[in-house]
């Protein structure tokens, strides 16, 4: 026993060559051991469809929301000027104050109406908005995705233009004439009476959003004005920002420029609610598939817990032959964390190759079901995005690292507690 102590005393540097060749060793575990080898396995698809599924949904919800923000962002103001109690006729004089705050890309003067829409096939409802060709060229969203027809000349024809999806519903193309009904009306002695006019349609847009492209639809405010019986007047005033996430700092001035007369209000109250949901569905879904890690690592004990039984004479030996407890503790420390550490990785790799290619396998799968996957007139979304963050991705891998290590550690605790005396004696 003196030798086997002062072999133990002269303990060799951590994570020596013959801890990682003992731990290649065991996570080759020979055909008796298969079983402890398929808990290793099951462990590491664990960790990596785990660490996989977690980027891939965190992926999927931040490009969910930022697609949202730029379609709703696209199409509406970032900040809304309105008055409250008289009917809003300066607004000529508003749009040019507004317009020379610092930061403020453009100024749109617009009136609001709902209608129904009649064509020969279907008679639908819809909502109207009255501008200028110019506040519509200021829409890229709108002035980039026309499909059919054209936006020239928008403001000298009595004309409109649709969404896609309303024109298909409608069974119109550009160039065909719907009607238009609305209750705003001419005032009769028997009460108001509906406003019916027929338009053509100029053209058809796209803006890749269900909700906009079944329902908007744009008019020539000088004709919307006459259409909705309110001359000289508007709504509301809309200003489109250089930087929308920046509202909060470019408010005041606006509101020192518009002067009191005039109410204002920013995209983000207006979207309060919807915003504040995504981001509580957000952290629930990161929370709930956070615990596909944790139980993979939790495996990644059991193996270790396993291995380190079966390997009891082997550990014993080795620590009478000199090697410390800490060796013992680093080589089965390397065996679990090698898992964890690999599959991680593997589920880094397999999840941003999956982000990069996730509406392509959308398709697929649409194709090979035969279903169709995030109907738009639900998710609103004709498309799937995926944007991964990085700051985030990084997150979840360090948590995978770290839960991966954690569970190694109590299993090698275990192998250096145990006493070769005890381990050797029945053998």
Known sequence: MTTTSGAAGVDTRPFAPFEWLLARRYLRARRKEGFISVIAGFSFIGIMLGVATLIIV??????????????ILGVNGHVIVYRVADPFTDYDEATARLSQVPGVRAVLPLIEGQTMISSSAVTLGGLVRGVSEGALRQMPLVADNVRFGSLDGFDNSESLAIGIRLANMLRVTAGDAITLVSP??????FGTAPRIKRYAISAIFELGMSEYDKAMIFMPLKEAQRYFSRPEQVDVIEVLLNEPEKVGDILAPL??????????????KRNETFFTVLEVERNVMFI??????????????????????????????????????????????????????VGTIA???????????????????????GTTLMDPTVYYLSRM?????????????????????????????????LDPVEALRYE
């Open 58 to 71: 965190m992926a999927v919800m931040n490009g969910f929301r930022s697609e949202l923000i730029q379609k």
């Open 385 to 417: 995005p995926a944007e991964i963050n990085v700051r985030e991705t990084t997150a979840i891998v360090i948590m995978a690292l770290v839960l991966s290590v954690l569970a190694t550690l109590y299993p090698s605790w275990r192998a250096s507690r």
């Open 184 to 189: 705003r009306g001419a005032a009769t002695p």
């Open 347 to 369: 589920g880094l790799i397999l999840g941003v190759v999956f982000c990069w290619n996730i509406e392509g396998i959308r398709q697929l799968v649409q194709r090979i079901t």
């Open 255 to 268: 509101q020192a420029a518009g002067g009191p007369t005039l109410s204002f209000t920013d995209w983000r």
């Open 288 to 341: 709930i598939l956070s615990l596909i890690v944790l139980v993979a690592a939790l495996n990644i004990i059991s193996g270790l817990m396993m291995l380190v039984k079966d390997k009891g004479r082997d550990i014993a030996i080795l620590r009478t032959m000199g090697a410390t407890k800490g060796a013992m503790m680093r080589v089965f420390l390397i065996t679990g964390a090698s898992i964890g550490i």
